[in-house]
């Protein structure tokens, strides 16, 4: 009878403890999902805290937010990470938990300003804030934000690199033997010979060119008439057109002062076939013989 009674007691124990280990997991775990402690949070972070100047770098943010009493459809999340440069466009993913939304940004970059460059050793990066905001279902605006964890970046440039050296040569530096074709010397008095020759002929052609014009310029003492039989004595010897021409010019010059030969030489500058030498000839001999100025 009393081993009866005892494992009776023992029974009730053990059901009521089972019934409590099932009361404490129903609270810890509810039945509906998680219930976030705030209605919205971001959280921001690096893959990694340090990295070298020109390293890839992941940015992630990730932000919490209720939505049984926010409108997450208009959820905004702002990851400026300046002075970081972005490789490509960010990876979002959404995942629901019960009443919890989980939305993570995840941005590749890299530091290559000005910024990331330390004077000695490494720089850390202070970025600004990463911020997100929802309207609230109730009313208002939720907004939240929480501050990115220091950043280190290395230099790539040792302290041995900026020292000055001296880059070894693999060949002869030296400037090589200077060659000519003709000695600077005699090149020199060529030069020299050719200058003198060339002003010499400088001055001679101005002076040919002087006495030249002297010549032009010295006026005729002939008379007209014996400009004019000398051109019919030059023609004689010249085209046809230059018979014509000088036959004319002495027919009008004897127009004044013979009229029969004139119209004599008139006929002949016009005459068919050209007029010959020999009519020239005898033209000159007769108006020298009857007017004068042969």
Not at 107 to 128: F, M, Q
């Amino acid at each position: 009878m009393v081993t009866l009674t005892r494992i009776g007691i023992a029974a009730i124990v053990g059901v009521a403890a089972a019934v409590a280990a099932v009361l404490l997991l129903g609270r810890a775990t509810p039945l509906h999902g998680e219930r976030p402690a705030r209605a919205l949070t971001v959280h921001a972070s690096f893959d990694a805290p340090a990295a070298q100047f020109g390293d890839r770098v992941v940015a992630r943010v990730v932000v919490l937010a209720d939505r049984s009493t926010l409108d997450t459809s208009r959820l905004q999340v702002t990851e400026d990470i300046a002075p970081l440069t972005p490789l490509g466009p960010a990876r979002v993913t959404r995942t629901t938990r019960g009443r919890l939304l989980v939305v993570a940004y995840e941005l590749p970059a890299v530091c290559l300003s000005d910024s990331c460059i330390a004077g000695t050793g490494s720089k850390r990066l202070r970025l600004p804030a990463a911020r997100a905001e929802a309207p609230r279902t109730s009313g208002g605006v939720a907004r939240a934000a929480t501050a990115w964890p220091m950043l280190t970046i290395g230099s790539r440039v040792t302290a041995a690199d900026l020292k000055p050296a001296r880059p070894p040569f693999r060949a002869d530096t030296s400037a090589p033997a200077v060659t000519y074709r003709i000695a600077p010397g005699t090149l020199t008095l060529l030069l020299d010979v050719l200058a003198a020759a060339l002003g010499a002929a400088g001055i001679a052609f101005a002076a040919w060119q002087a006495v030249v014009l002297g010549r032009r310029r010295t006026p005729d003492t002939r008379s007209l008439l014996e400009q004019a039989l000398a051109l019919v004595r030059d023609a004689e010897s010249g085209a046809p057109a230059d018979r014509r021409r000088a036959v004319g010019f002495l027919a009008r010059v004897l127009h004044r002062r013979h009229e029969a030969l004139a119209c004599v030489a008139g006929d002949l500058a016009w005459s068919e076939p050209t007029p010959t030498p020999d009519e020239l000839a005898a033209l000159a001999d007769r108006v020298g013989n009857e007017v004068g100025g042969a």
